[in-house]
């Protein structure tokens, strides 16, 4: 099994600023997958975190809001650009080997935008 | 990608097994039956998953069925900590591993 570990763990910020989140495991990983978490709902996928290539963006999420770097195949950062209230939520990251394998999970980062 | 049905809620009791049921009727043939569980305040944690022969692990068994339309998480013996939002989730084809979350069910574990 792969631990996950996420800096920061929570951060309170002003509108308008950019909150860069890490992510590190503590082996080598294929996928690493990045979701947000708003209060009382479900996860949604961000962006597939591509190592040495741009990120895979879902449907809704725009590079210039949420770039992602993945220089390595144990490190990923995911930055909140020019934040506003309605960024306020859990910001997990994930990382796995595929379909035909388990994926695990960050403790999430809890942002908060006032 | 393929969606899952799952109930919104289940109530159990402590020490009774619990059997969680997730509908996929529209599963492709490279589907994985994948299931996760959010304790609160914490991360999704990885249950278990398969593909088509029932699995078991130290957390919990998997029942698919034979035409893999469905699938059921069968927990042998409920405690408190297993009262989670539980994930039934489909990964696979073109998804190179990508989970898609739904609502999933509310577990609740009665002492």
């Known amino acids: 099994s792969a631990v996950i570990s996420q800096k920061p763990s929570r951060d309170i910020c002003q509108r308008g600023t950019s909150l860069t989140i890490q992510c590190q495991v503590d082996?080598?990983?294929?996928?690493m997958f990045w979701y947000r978490q708003q209060p009382g709902q479900s996860l949604t996928l961000i962006a597939t975190?591509?190592?040495?290539?741009?990120?895979?963006?879902e449907s809704g999420f725009v590079i210039d809001k949420f770039p992602i770097s993945r220089p390595n195949l144990t490190f990923s950062t995911l930055t909140v650009s020019n934040m506003s209230p309605e960024d306020s939520s859990i910001y997990l990251c994930?990382?796995?080997?595929?379909?035909?394998?388990?994926?695990?999970f960050g403790p999430g980062t809890r942002l908060t935008v006032t | 990608d393929a969606k899952t049905t799952q109930p919104n809620s289940m109530e159990s009791n402590e020490e009774e097994p619990v059997h969680l049921p997730c509908n996929h009727s529209t599963i492709s043939g490279t589907d994985y039956i994948h299931w996760y569980r959010q304790l609160p305040s914490q991360g999704p944690e990885y249950v278990i998953h398969g593909l088509t022969s029932n699995v078991n692990n130290r957390m919990a068994s998997l029942a698919i069925a034979e035409d893999r339309k469905s699938s059921t998480l069968i927990l042998h013996r409920a405690t408190l900590r297993d009262a989670a939002v539980y994930y039934c989730?489909?990964?696979?084809?073109?998804?190179?591993?990508?989970?898609?979350f739904g609502q999933g069910t509310i577990l609740t574990v009665h002492p």
């Open positions: 975190a591509n190592q040495g290539s741009e990120a895979t963006y």
């Open positions: 989730i489909l990964a696979g084809g073109t998804s190179y591993g990508k989970l898609t």
């Open positions: 082996s080598q990983v294929t996928m």
């Open positions: 994930s990382a796995g080997e595929g379909a035909a394998y388990e994926q695990y």
